[in-house]
């Protein structure tokens, strides 16, 4: 079964703090990830995609991707409460390019 | 609107029931995924396509489940004879291509199976 993989969370940070989110994912032939946020009773909005290893910023965004140890991380720089949400990762395990196979999710509050 | 479009946004059935989901693309788009989100559980494919084909319905349930993406119109999800445990979120996303392109979703339409 490829899998991508959400394991911590609930995470609390406080207002301004940086919120580091990780996942891993079981197959190497995975070759893009993304990063969603959904708000409760919302769709998953898109927030980042990487393909390649090392960083990529965007605003307060980081997403950071290592192939050899098969994990992508997110971080939110400056916190905001309107950050409180769930992330979701995703990825392509197969590496078929016909789906993505979504982390249960890992939900971030951050307190005023 | 240029995003992508879900209608209904919500949708109660008795059981037995048919239900049918609509799915517009965002403006450009020929790539369709549906995806069910059932309560307190992660997102799973069930189905992707292209204009008149399916590409991969890997996900979608053997039974009571097809899916369709016409040359005209929007794409749609049934599911015939409908039971309490298909009570779920489904989503729609759209791409400009395959992965790695990326998915936006739209809002969803929330089954509730009475």
């Known amino acids: 079964q490829k899998e991508v993989e959400q394991n911590s969370g609930p995470l609390s940070v406080p207002e301004g703090a940086i919120a580091s989110l990780n996942c891993t994912y079981s197959?190497?032939?995975?070759?893009?990830f993304f990063w969603y946020r959904q708000y409760s009773g919302k769709s998953p909005e898109l927030i980042m995609s990487i393909y390649s290893n090392g960083d990529k910023e965007d605003g307060r965004f980081t997403a950071q991707l290592n192939k050899a140890s098969q994990y992508v991380s997110l971080l939110i720089r400056d916190s905001q409460p309107s950050d409180s949400a769930t992330y979701l990762c995703?990825?392509?395990?197969?590496?078929?390019?016909?789906?993505?196979?979504f982390g249960k999710g890992i939900t971030l509050s951050v307190r005023p | 609107n240029a995003g992508v479009m879900q209608n209904p946004r919500h949708l109660v059935r008795r059981r037995g029931q048919e239900a049918r989901l609509r799915c517009s693309p965002m403006k450009g788009h020929s790539h369709v995924y549906w995806y069910r989100q059932l309560p307190e559980e992660g997102l799973k494919f069930m189905v992707y396509l292209q204009k008149e084909n399916i590409i991969d319905e890997s996900g979608m349930p053997k039974e009571r489940f097809s899916a369709e993406f016409p040359k005209e119109g929007p794409s749609i999800l049934r599911i015939q004879q409908v039971v309490r445990g298909d009570s779920a979120a489904y989503f729609c996303?759209?791409?400009?291509?395959?992965?790695?392109?990326?998915?936006?979703f739209g809002p969803g339409t929330r089954l509730t199976v009475t």
């Open positions: 197959d190497r032939g995975s070759q893009s």
């Open positions: 995703a990825g392509d395990p197969t590496g078929a390019n016909s789906k993505l196979t």
């Open positions: 996303a759209s791409s400009l291509g395959p992965l790695p392109y990326e998915q936006y």
